[in-house]
Nanobody
Framework: QVQLVESGGGLVQAGGSLRLSCAASGRTFNSYGMGWFRQAPGKEREFVTA????????FYADSVKGRFTISRDNAKSTVYLQMNSVKPEDTAVYYC??????????????????WGQGTQVTVSS
């Protein structure tokens, strides 16, 4: 089992930056990929970005490409989401999630085993 705890959400002005963290525990961290998803009010949960277990591969939704960066520190069992040039449409609850060991289904929410509780990001215009 994996426990995930997000932090770093808050209120930020459009054009600003924010960094989210997700601390994991319970299983060898460098054996599974991690992803970030978000859900805005009245909308379905959507894929934002993901990173492979070794950090050798990263994946981004077109809507955040060039603005957001995912990274991981396997020594700290933590994955990060650096959000730059944020826009009001980035407002959502952001969730981190973990894949089964060595799974490559990075884009699909249904493939993820464990989820954090979510952290609210609000971008003001």
């Amino acid at each position: 089992q994996v426990q995930l705890v997000e932090s770093g959400g808050g209120l930020v002005q459009a054009g600003g930056s924010l960094r989210l963290s997700c601390a994991a525990s319970g299983r060898t961290f460098n054996s599974y990929g991690m992803g970030w998803f978000r859900q805005a009010p009245g909308k379905e949960r959507e894929f934002v970005t993901a990173i492979s277990w070794s950090a050798g591969n990263t994946f981004y939704a077109d809507s955040v490409k060039g603005r957001f960066t995912i990274s991981r520190d396997n020594a700290k069992s933590t994955v990060y989401l650096q959000m730059n040039s944020v826009k009001p449409e980035d407002t959502a609850v952001y969730y981190c999630a973990s894949l089964p060991s060595y799974s490559r289904d990075f884009y699909y929410a249904s493939a993820y085993e464990y989820w954090g509780q979510g952290t609210q990001v609000t971008v003001s215009s």
